[in-house]
T-cell receptor
Framework: SQTIHQWPATLVQPVGSPLSLECTVE??????LYWYRQAAGRGLQLLFY??????ISSEVPQNLSASRPQDRQFILSSKKLLLSDSGFYLC???????????????FGPGTRLTVL | GESVGLHLPTLSVQEGDNSIINCAYS??????FIWYKQESGKGPQFIID?????DKRQGQRVTVLLNKTVKHLSLQIAATQPGDSAVYFC???????????FGGGTRLMVKP
């Protein structure tokens, strides 16, 4: 079975510090990967998605960047955090075309980031 | 999307009653829809899905209705339980890609 992991679960960082959040998927190959942000009490905002190693698409201009160094690893980074970067960060994966899991996205447990 | 900036509407129901959560989707070309449940502090979890060639699909205690004419999706929860308290999101997908567009979400509160 497939599983998705995110760490850390919670993070408190000062303004101006760097950020690195990691997401890994097990039990599937060549997944599509996604990073979302969710502000408190609000909906999901897609930040980045990736259809393969080294392929990253950005949905909105951000103080953030994403990388996919390995097939099942997706990293969200920032060089200098802003207060507005606080939120709940969710990683998700979906299967490739032709598979049953193509349309559905499976979410990780999330990372709660607080920037002070 | 613009729904991301809105505070979540809340639906409050009595335990044992039926709940109906509504969602208006935006793209008439969307042909696949999902309902997700998100409990506090956790990632969204799949509840039920429906393709555009169907009007209704039933699961365990949940039913999804799709009205393509008015681009409306609803989630019905029968005999709502305290464990159903969560935020519910609808999402739409066009078959041409696997990008999901999420609705703004509805918070369901179940009163004992």
């Amino acid at each position: 079975s497939q599983t998705i992991h995110q760490w850390p679960a919670t993070l408190v960082q000062p303004v101006g510090s760097p950020l690195s959040l990691e997401c890994t998927v097990e039990g599937t190959s060549n997944p599509n990967l996604y990073w979302y942000r969710q502000a408190a009490g609000r909906g999901l905002q897609l930040l980045f998605y990736s259809v393969g190693i080294g392929q990253i698409s950005s949905e909105v201009p951000q103080n953030l960047s994403a990388s996919r160094p390995q097939d099942r690893q997706f990293i969200l980074s920032s060089k200098k955090l802003l207060l507005s970067d606080s939120g709940f960060y969710l990683c998700a994966w979906s299967g490739i075309a032709g598979t049953l899991s193509y349309n559905e996205q499976f979410f990780g447990p999330g990372t709660r980031l607080t920037v002070l | 999307g613009e729904s991301v900036g809105l505070h979540l509407p809340t639906l409050s129901v009595q335990e044992g009653d039926n709940s109906i959560i509504n969602c208006a989707y935006s793209n008439s070309a969307s042909d696949y829809f999902i309902w997700y449940k998100q409990e506090s502090g956790k990632g969204p979890q799949f509840i039920i899905d429906i393709r555009s060639n169907m009007d209704k699909r039933q699961g365990q205690r949940v039913t999804v209705l799709l009205n393509k004419t008015v681009k409306h999706l609803s989630l019905q929860i029968a005999a709502t339980q305290p464990g159903d308290s969560a935020v519910y999101f609808c999402a739409e997908n066009m078959d041409a890609g696997n990008m999901l567009t999420f609705g703004g979400g509805t918070r369901l509160m179940v009163k004992p």
